[in-house]
C-alpha cells in the first residue's frame, strides 16, 4: 500500500504573485498545528507545489522527519486565468460544472487534474508501500481525489479548510480508503477565504 498524506496549504493573504506568496501569520500558526500531526507518523517522502505557501506548510513536517521537499512544477494550483477574475466563486463554480471549460489563460478541470494525475501516479510507483506527504492546494488536490473518486467534485473543495489534510490510502491505482486527519476543531479555528486558495 501506499499512503498520501494531501496537506493543503494554510492561510495566505492574496496576492496576484501565486508562485511567491507566503503564508499569514494565522497561516504559520497552523502549520505548526500540522507539524504536530505528523510527530508520531512515519513518513519516508515529501513532495510539494512549488509555491511558497504551500511549501511552508509542510516545511516543519520536513524538519521533523530529517527530509528534503521535492518541489514538483505539476503540483502547483490550477491557473484558473491569466487575468483578473471579477467574481470568484461564480467562475469557480463554471470551471467545476464544465470540466473542459478554460478562461482564457487558465487551465480546464481536466486539463490541471490530467497534469497533476500524471506527476501523482509516478509518485505512487516509485512509493508502492511508503507513505508520502504532499503539500498541496485546494482545487488541485479535489480534482486529483476526483479522479479516482467522482463524490470529489466542487462542494468538497468548497468544504475544505486551510490547511487540511487527507490520508489516501492506494493499492497500486486502486484508491481504497481516504480520511481526514485534519480535525474539525482546527477547521474552526482556521481563517479561510476562497481567494486565498
Do not use: C
Not at 500531526?37 to 511549501?55: C, Q
Not at 460544472?97 to 505512487?124: C, D, H, W
Not at 506527504?133 to 488536490?141: D, E, L, R
Amino acid at each position: 500500500m501506499t499512503v498520501l498524506y494531501f496537506v493543503r496549504h494554510a492561510h495566505s493573504h492574496y496576492t496576484a504573485d501565486e508562485y511567491n506568496r507566503p503564508l499569514s501569520d494565522k497561516g504559520l500558526e497552523d502549520r505548526d498545528r500540522v507539524t504536530r500531526l505528523f510527530t508520531n507518523k512515519i513518513i519516508h517522502a515529501i513532495y510539494s507545489s512549488p509555491y511558497i505557501r504551500a511549501v511552508q506548510t509542510v516545511e516543519g513536517i520536513a524538519q521533523g522527519h530529517k527530509l528534503e521537499i521535492s518541489k514538483v512544477d505539476s503540483l502547483k494550483e490550477r491557473t484558473l486565468s491569466n487575468g483578473n477574475i471579477i467574481d470568484f466563486d461564480t467562475a469557480m463554480q463554471q470551471v467545476w460544472s464544465y470540466p473542459n471549460f478554460a478562461f482564457e489563460g487558465g487551465e480546464s478541470n481536466e486539463a490541471a487534474q490530467e497534469r497533476a494525475i500524471t506527476t501523482l501516479k509516478k509518485i505512487i510507483l516509485a512509493h508502492p508501500n511508503d507513505n508520502i506527504v504532499i503539500g498541496t492546494h485546494g482545487n488541485i488536490m479535489a480534482l486529483m481525489m476526483q479522479y479516482f473518486d467522482a463524490q470529489y467534485d466542487y462542494s468538497f473543495w468548497n468544504r475544505l479548510s486551510m490547511p487540511d489534510v487527507y490520508q489516501l490510502t492506494f493499492q497500486h491505482f486502486v484508491l481504497s480508503d481516504v480520511q481526514r486527519v485534519w480535525e474539525e476543531k482546527e477547521k474552526e479555528l482556521s481563517t479561510g477565504s476562497p481567494l486565498a486558495r
